[in-house]
């Protein structure tokens, strides 16, 4: 159609096809990473450090909260790879891993080898996309000088495209999760225009001292709803509990917990999503 239109979202899950073909270009990745590192070639290694101790535990605290239990051990990779894997089988499981990946570090392109945290290897960098990714064709420019004869790039060559390369992702990655939302919320206020005052199943990922933070999984989007839209408006936010209470009903609403909610404003231009509530479900069974 002119102009395009949305005909709906849907999840999109992966395949055993796409998990063999990721895995033969992570050994793929590592082999040439290994290779340049044995010949001292400088390479655009990608390099992903561990997440900070106190963006772990500030995360641990609030999963405990979320999932229940008491709180988890996260301070080595096993143990965090343990946590996630019993994560993905957790209804919440698209909030969690959400929240978890915002305590992680970005990816940078580096000059010189270093850990990749995120895929618990000593040595990496991106080789098997040259058509689409500047990094992996400079490292094929790399290791065809040295097999030609030709005099490859020095470490600070390599160094500055690492840097820009790195600056330009983050301007992509910003890009593109902008845009998607943006089209997202375009449909949404299409469905809003012809279905006025639809519920949506939404659950609470973040409690701030003006209100809710939530996602709703069937949109893949996240809202906020205002404190004050509640019936009962004397609502605090505790610290120790991450929750919104309120003296006078006894109510309190936390990391978590569903509820069902209907779309307030949604504004593709400011990508902002605001909620209201419908009929708030304390437990996470809905009861």
């Given at each position: ?148 004869g030709d005099s490859p790039r020095s470490l ?111 504004d593709p231009v400011r990508g902002e999503l ?14």
């Open positions: 159609e002119d102009p395009p239109r949305i005909l709906g979202l849907r999840r999109v899950e992966p395949n055993r096809s796409h998990e063999l073909v990721e895995e033969f270009m992570l050994a793929a990745n590592s082999a040439v990473a290994r290779e340049l590192h044995q010949r001292n070639l400088p390479g655009l290694y990608r390099v992903h450090a561990p997440p900070k101790a106190d963006g772990l535990l500030e995360f641990a605290n609030w999963a405990k909260f979320v999932m229940g239990g008491g709180l988890p051990a996260l301070h080595q990779r096993d143990q965090l790879n343990a946590f996630l894997a019993r994560a993905a089988s957790d209804p919440l499981a698209d909030v969690i891993f959400n929240s978890f990946l915002r305590t992680m570090s970005r990816a940078s392109y580096t000059a010189g080898p270093g850990e990749h945290f995120g895929l618990g290897k000593d040595l990496y960098l991106h080789f098997t996309s040259p058509i689409r990714r500047y990094p992996d064709l400079v490292v094929h420019q790399q290791l065809w000088a040295l097999d030609s600070d060559q390599v160094a500055e495209i690492g840097d820009f390369c790195t600056a330009q992702e983050i301007i992509c990655d910003n890009a593109y999760y902008a845009a998607c939302d943006r089209l997202k919320l375009r449909h949404v206020r299409t469905l809003e225009e012809r279905d006025p005052g639809t519920c949506h199943e939404a659950v609470v990922a973040k409690v701030a001292g003006e209100g809710l933070l939530l996602f709703l999984p069937q949109l893949g989007l996240q809202g906020f709803l205002a404190s004050s839209l509640f019936r009962d408006q004397q609502y605090r936010r505790s610290r120790d509990t991450m929750a919104l209470q309120t003296g006078g009903s006894g109510k309190s609403y936390k990391c978590g917990d569903c509820m069902q909610v209907q779309i307030r404003r949604a605001t909620l209201q509530p419908v009929q708030m479900r304390i437990t996470r069974d809905g009861r």
